[in-house]
Nanobody
Framework: VQLQASGGGLVQPGGSRRLSCVASGSIDSIRTVGWNRQAPGKPRELVALIGTSGVIKYVESVKGRFTISTDSAKNTVYLQMNSLKPEDTAVYYC?????????WGQGTLVTVSS
């Protein structure tokens, strides 16, 4: 499985941004896909996760603002981010847990600043 993340950029506080994670390869082996982020000087954290079983989880700090969703026809997982705050500034990574192990995509930088 290979993952390609995109959609980062500069956004003003209170604005919105949608990230995309396109999967290719052995799609049927994917069990969960997560969005993670790493801010400067901080450890990487899981932001949102969606599973093939239908499970969806969010870190407390993004609940009510971020939405994770999938488009199976496009093999894509989205992270819709609304009401963005400066503290959401980070490099965002998507990762997948498959039947044979974990896979990471490259990061995409989201900067929330006026």
């Amino acid at each position: 499985v290979q993952l390609q993340a995109s959609g980062g950029g500069l956004v003003q506080p209170g604005g919105s941004r949608r990230l995309s994670c396109v999967a290719s390869g052995s799609i049927d082996s994917i069990r969960t896909v997560g969005w993670n982020r790493q801010a400067p000087g901080k450890p990487r954290e899981l932001v949102a996760l969606i599973g093939t079983s239908g499970v969806i989880k969010y870190v407390e700090s993004v609940k009510g603002r971020f939405t994770i969703s999938t488009d199976s026809a496009k093999n894509t997982v989205y992270l819709q981010m609304n009401s963005l705050k400066p503290e959401d500034t980070a490099v965002y990574y998507c990762n997948a847990m498959t039947s044979t192990g974990g896979v990471w995509g490259q990061g995409t930088l989201v900067t929330v600043s006026s």
